[in-house]
T-cell receptor, first 115, second 115 residues
């Protein structure tokens, strides 16, 4: 069975500092990896995804993530955090299992950027 | 481009009552998904449609949940009868095609409270 772990319930960072939101996964085949952001009372918004190719993936709003196969990680990063980045971030993994690609989402990490 | 529309945004019902949610995906998107997001958890896929056919409903509690997408566009998700543990946000998403590498676009969700 596939799984996703987001080990931190909350990440606090000062505005202008770099941020990292961690994600590790477990799948039996090749993974498809995604990051989504959720603002209060709104649905999830796609940030970026890794399917194949370059391990460093660049996405929306200046975010990027690095696929590390040996560490089974897909951490989300941004060089300089903004207060407006404060939101709930979800990592998700999908992989072919029994003919289907049902995605598994992590529990989410609340990012708080302080002015 | 209009996003994924969902209604109602909020619903409060008593246990054993029935409830229905409506979703209108992005125009031209063949694939539609319904997710359940319980407070403090990541979204969980309930059902996936490709046009008007069901691709995967393995995680749908079929004794009380049903969903349809009769004309391959709009979709409804029904719960009958509702239980207390059904209290959650129900998210609808759509994508151009069925591959899990495809980006999903989420609606704002319907927040259900079962008393």
């Amino acid at each position: 069975a596939q799984s996703v772990a987001q080990p931190e319930d909350q990440v606090n960072v000062a505005e202008g500092n770099p941020l990292t939101v961690k994600c590790t996964y477990s799948v039996s085949g090749n993974p498809y990896l995604f990051w989504y952001v959720q603002y209060p009372n709104r649905g999830l918004q796609f940030l970026l995804k890794y399917i194949t190719g370059d391990n460093l993936v660049k996405g929306s709003y200046g975010f990027e993530a690095e696929f590390n196969k040996s560490q089974t990680s897909f951490h989300l990063k941004k060089p300089s955090a903004l207060v407006s980045d404060s939101a709930l971030y979800f990592c998700a993994v999908s992989s072919r299992s029994g003919g289907s690609y049902i995605p598994t989402f992590g529990r989410g990490t609340s990012l708080i950027v302080h002015p | 481009e209009a996003g994924v529309a969902q209604s109602p945004r909020y619903k409060i019902i008593e246990k054993r009552q029935s409830v229905a949610f409506w979703c209108n995906p992005i125009s031209g998107h063949a694939t539609l998904y319904w997710y359940q997001q319980i407070l403090g958890q990541g979204p969980k896929l309930l059902i996936q449609f490709q046009n008007n056919g069901v691709v995967d409903d393995s995680q749908l509690p079929k004794d009380r949940f049903s969903a349809e997408r009769l004309k391959g566009v709009d979709s409804t998700l029904k719960i009958q009868p509702a239980k207390l543990e059904d209290s959650a946000v129900y998210l609808c998403a759509s994508s151009l095609s069925r591959g899990w590498q495809e980006t999903q676009y989420f609606g704002p969700g319907t927040r259900l409270l079962v008393l």
